[in-house]
């Protein structure tokens, strides 16, 4: 089990805290903890990051699964591809696509155990990288997250799915506002023609307007987190 240690929950944080978090989120449409796949074009990442993953939402009706049925369907999407493993262990794309079945049912120490699999062999595949440095955030385990990151971004500092989750994992796990808008800088800076430039602009924006906050300052809106 991931060490969740990492990760603060909001009982942690200042009023303050919580409500600039609320307002950075809720400018963008991004919902607390969602965070853009790596295999997004970066056209569409902002807006990918406003629905919740795979499985995670009521539907009219509907009722949502348990952890342990999320496990149970995963299981049975991934054996055709773990069949295929057999036969080559070692191909990458298989080993991504069996770490993007348990991703998207959210059992993530699984997602990441494929993913790193992967890596191993392709460490190239900045998509797939984004998405286990992803996946160890989302399995509790910030540092390893952004160290992933760093390691992606050395590979290519202009990669945007990467930066913007960057940017995402250093507001929403460690409340550095100066990190966050370094990344999100870069993104567009990096990123010209970056179709949701208004969006994350918007996000620095708010950023750097509470940056100077200090923590237990009071503000006229109570802080509001769902």
């Known amino acids: 089990m991931a060490n969740q240690q990492n990760t603060p929950t909001i ?33 569409t990442a902002v807006t990918q990051a406003t629905a919740a993953p ?20 995963a299981d049975v999407q991934a054996q055709p591809l773990l069949d295929q493993l057999k036969s080559s262990p070692n191909d990458a794309t298989l080993l991504y696509k069996v770490g993007s079945v348990y991703y998207d049912a959210q059992i993530f120490p699984e997602a990441v155990r494929y993913y790193e699999q992967a890596a191993k062999v392709n460490p190239k595949a900045l998509d797939l990288r984004t998405d286990l440095a992803t996946a160890y955030y989302y399995a509790g385990d910030t540092e ?22 960057q940017g995402m994992i250093r507001w929403q796990a460690k409340m550095d506002i100066k990190g966050a808008v370094d990344s999100w800088k870069k993104l567009l800076q990096s990123n010209p023609n970056y179709e949701h ?16 906050m200090k923590p237990g300052t009071k503000t006229d809106k109570p802080a509001q987190i769902r």
């Open 144 to 165: 390893r997250s952004l160290n992933e990151f760093d390691e992606v971004l050395k590979v290519d500092s202009k990669f945007a799915n990467a930066l913007f989750n």
């Open 54 to 73: 795979s499985g995670m939402g009521d539907t009219a009706g509907s009722q949502t699964p348990t952890p342990e049925q999320m496990k149970h369907m």
């Open 197 to 212: 430039r208004d969006q994350v602009e918007s996000l620095i924006a708010k950023a750097e307007q509470h940056a100077s």
């Open 11 to 43: 009982s942690n944080w200042t009023g303050t805290q919580a409500y600039v978090l609320a307002v950075i989120c809720l400018v963008v449409g991004v919902a607390l903890g969602y965070l853009v796949r790596g295999s997004a074009s970066p056209s």
